[in-house]
């Protein structure tokens, strides 16, 4: 694949490493129409890409993103849009509206295939995340940031509901109910001191830090079998709405057998026991 974007950048290092940049920097990285079909292009080759492991999300300049390009929202009425688009035409409201819910689907699709890609994502926050900028952060796996960085739903704000793009979905699952429920319905911002307090961040770093102690993290799940994680990010987006233990251990069950029979539990098994490094992947 060419990985030449127009809003994103995407380098994958040798060792299964992706790096994917948000590049509107000039823009604060506000997700533009073209950000967010770039972002579906890239999920979607991540997607069935066994080379790239481990996914590193992080953006150009002082800002992490700004949230949805409202600059661009006339743009809609104007925009020539794909044939998908046509599976809203049977609806008995005006073409604005259909357009929106086009662009609005489009962007919390997005979203849902961070979670779906089998790679565990590492998010870096080195500025503001608001609105779409911070329902990115919340579909990582992780998130490290800089003390400069804030983060707010931005959308209660602005006239709009509080709840978007999967804030609703992930923000009381990262830090329960009563946090979540408070920060959806002000919209106020909450600095990084407070997001690793209430568990929202796994830890903070100086800014320049922040590439070198994510690939630091990058490199222990490469130590990790390539299947073994696959299953476990699976097992986990589907703990978030298992209707019982019983429902998980199941799962559990299928992924751990799954694994067992793998070449790569060989190569583990043996690299224990030689008290050496494991050689992942196998092919």
Not at 200 to 221: G, M, N, P, Q, T
Request: a positive charge; proline letters at 4%; aromatic letters at 8%.
């Amino acid at each position: 694949m060419n990985y030449k974007f127009k809003t994103i950048k995407f380098e994958l290092k040798d060792n299964g490493i992706g790096i994917l940049s948000l590049n509107r920097p000039d823009d604060l990285n506000s997700m533009s129409l073209q950000l967010i079909e770039d972002l579906h292009e890239i999920l979607d080759h991540l997607m069935n890409n066994l080379d790239c492991r481990v996914l590193i999300l992080r953006a150009e300049g002082r800002v992490f993103c700004a949230g949805l390009d409202l600059k661009e929202m006339p743009l809609i009425s104007k925009k020539k849009l794909p044939e998908e688009f046509r599976k809203y035409s049977h609806m008995n409201v005006s073409e604005v509206v259909k357009r929106q819910m086009y662009y609005q689907y489009r962007i919390s699709n997005a979203l849902k295939k961070m979670r779906k890609i089998p790679q565990p994502i590492i998010a870096l926050i080195q500025g503001a995340a608001t609105g779409g900028g911070f329902a990115l952060t919340l579909a990582a796996d992780i998130r490290i940031a800089s003390q400069e960085a804030k983060f707010n739903n931005a959308f209660i704000k602005i006239g709009l509901s509080g709840s978007d793009v999967g804030t609703s979905y992930f923000l009381p699952r990262l830090i329960g109910m009563s946090r979540a429920t408070e920060i959806l319905y002000t919209g106020r911002f909450f600095n990084s001191s407070e997001a690793e307090k209430i568990g929202f961040l796994l830890e903070i770093v100086e800014k320049d830090k922040l590439f070198e102690r994510a690939l630091e993290l990058a490199s222990e799940f490469l130590t990790k079998s390539p299947l073994g994680l696959r299953m476990t990010k699976e097992a986990i987006n589907l703990s978030m709405n298992a209707p019982s233990i019983e429902t998980l251990t199941e799962l559990e069950n299928r992924a751990q057998i799954i694994c067992g029979t793998s070449k790569d539990a060989v190569e583990g098994g043996q690299a224990f026991f030689s008290k050496r490094e494991p050689k992942y992947p196998l092919r």
